[in-house]
């Protein structure tokens, strides 16, 4: 477990985890392309043989590209010449809880909080991409924009045989993760500028044990070093006014006492190498739907009201 928190360790105080190979800049890199050069910020550091949820932002001339037409291009790079095996939309999802280009925090109570400081980070690109086989591809990421510029970046990735993380279809661990009874400031297991006490009552494997579907959300708000980590919390917040009698929301912080401390022990049962994560457990104790990085409502509901029998 020791050398699992060491990759942790390092990957979050990098970048959004990314385990990606030639012409890829991880999503925290501070330093700007070279003008007029589409540059992806990929979220998925896992990506495995089967489906995948492949999530990014696009950095173009220093800025992040909203509402851009996108589409990712898969290959087949085994041989010299690169075949063509896919071609993938991958529509651009506008965060909901961002308004005139600034965050929007909501209180337990229902209050809303904009944030005074503003943000670029809008939304996320994302693409369902397959592979057949592990080992490496090829991947072309294409946008056109607003005035009609087409420009791509390039990049490989290597596709793992099984995924690291928790499959969906598998049974949770089983965490007996650390809640609000335990402590005496909720600030000492959530870094979030305004802790929820709604997110800390409930130990996943009491929520299992008692049949109750849970939204289990890893993340630390504070010390994300990614720029496009974006507001995961306040996205699951919006959920809780409509599912919060029907699910346990459940927020793990990464680390116990900052950064460069100690990795909680849920993180390390979980074998969690990035954050943020989000994870739908039915109430049997079974994974149904799994999201890494930047995610937003339009993404999580459906497969909430599925796993509910809502749809």
Partial sequence: MASVARVLRATLLVAAAVVLEVGVTAAGQLTPPPAGVLQPLITTSE?????????FALLRHGNLLADADVAVRVYDTRDQDAQLVAALPAPYYKLEVIEGGRQVHIHPDGTRHVHATP???????????SFERPGPWGLEILARTADGALESARLSINALEVSRTPVVGTPAPRSRNVIASDVSDLRQIDSSELPDHRLHQTRIADAIGQGKPQVIVFATPKYCTSRVCGPVLDVLRTLIPTYGKRVAFVHQEIWQGGPSQIIAPTVEEWSLRSEPWIFLVDGQGVIRAKFEGLTTRRELEPPLRRMLGLE
């Fill in 47 to 55: 990506l495995v043989v089967g489906r995948n949820r492949l999530a």
């Fill in 119 to 129: 943000t670029d980070v809008q939304g996320i690109y994302v693409a369902q991409v």
